[in-house]
């Protein structure tokens, strides 16, 4: 299982244009750094769209949901920096999810991935998600040029903090499907699209590829020198 928890954190979003080279720089310097130092954080990745809307999307895997709910996490969201709270105005269209991890296969996150969202029509969940789960995903996971393939299924709302009413309410994630791998032609070209989705059920799709701009490891922050 190439997803390391058993839950993640989703987020995709817009940042306004003069503020996109130092939100990057933010990102990876200090809000990185201060996501995986918290108990539970295992690895967080922002990607940088090549195909498709929004701009950015960035996964933190994390132990179980009760990390996104644990108060050393709410401490954070709750007392932000001063660089944080110069940031966060210039977030655009924040999408944000708590999502148990349904399905995860393949070795590996690759550095091009396939976002797709949806919400599953509330008769055919039960469907998608085995149809995914059992017949799908695990095949994506194994082909050339692909390394990995999992469903998110968004869990209960995060709850309003500091950080989220300097940027504005964000939009809730339903499920989600990533597709990575070490070949963008492999990604852009995989079959699993927005219609076949819907055909099973979703509704509202989307899909746009990435491209890895930066990860971490719970276990980098913890081997910096001090």
């Not at 058993?6 to 995709?12: C, D, G, I, K, Y």
């Not at 644990?70 to 110069?86: I, M, Q």
Request: overall charge negative; hydrophobic content about 45%.
């Amino acid at each position: 299982m190439p997803l390391l928890g058993s839950a993640a954190m989703l987020l995709s979003f817009d940042v306004a244009e003069e503020a996109i080279a130092e939100h990057d720089h933010w990102h990876t310097h200090e809000h990185l750094p201060e996501r995986l130092s918290i108990p539970g954080f295992l690895r967080g990745t922002r990607w940088v769209a090549v195909a498709g809307q929004p701009r950015y999307f960035v996964l933190y895997e994390v132990a179980q949901l009760a990390t996104l709910s644990s108060d050393a996490y709410l401490e954070r969201l709750n007392h932000p920096s001063e660089w944080t709270t110069k940031i966060m105005p210039h977030y655009r269209g924040m999408s944000r999810g708590f999502c148990a991890v349904a399905g995860s296969f393949g070795l590996g996150l690759g550095s091009v991935a396939a976002l797709l969202r949806f919400r599953p029509d509330a008769d055919a969940a039960g469907a998608l998600r085995q149809w995914l789960v059992a017949e799908v995903l695990p095949g994506l996971a194994a082909r050339p040029g692909l390394s990995g393939a999992h469903l998110l299924e968004g869990s209960h709302a995060p709850a309003m903090t500091h950080e989220q009413r300097l940027r504005g309410t964000d939009a809730a994630v339903d499920w989600a499907v990533v597709v990575t791998g070490y070949e963008r032609e492999a990604v852009e070209q995989t079959d699993l699209d927005t219609a076949q989705l819907e055909a099973r059920g979703a509704v509202g799709a989307q899909r746009a590829v990435y491209r890895m701009a930066d990860t971490l490891s719970q276990a980098e922050v913890g081997a910096r020198p001090r």
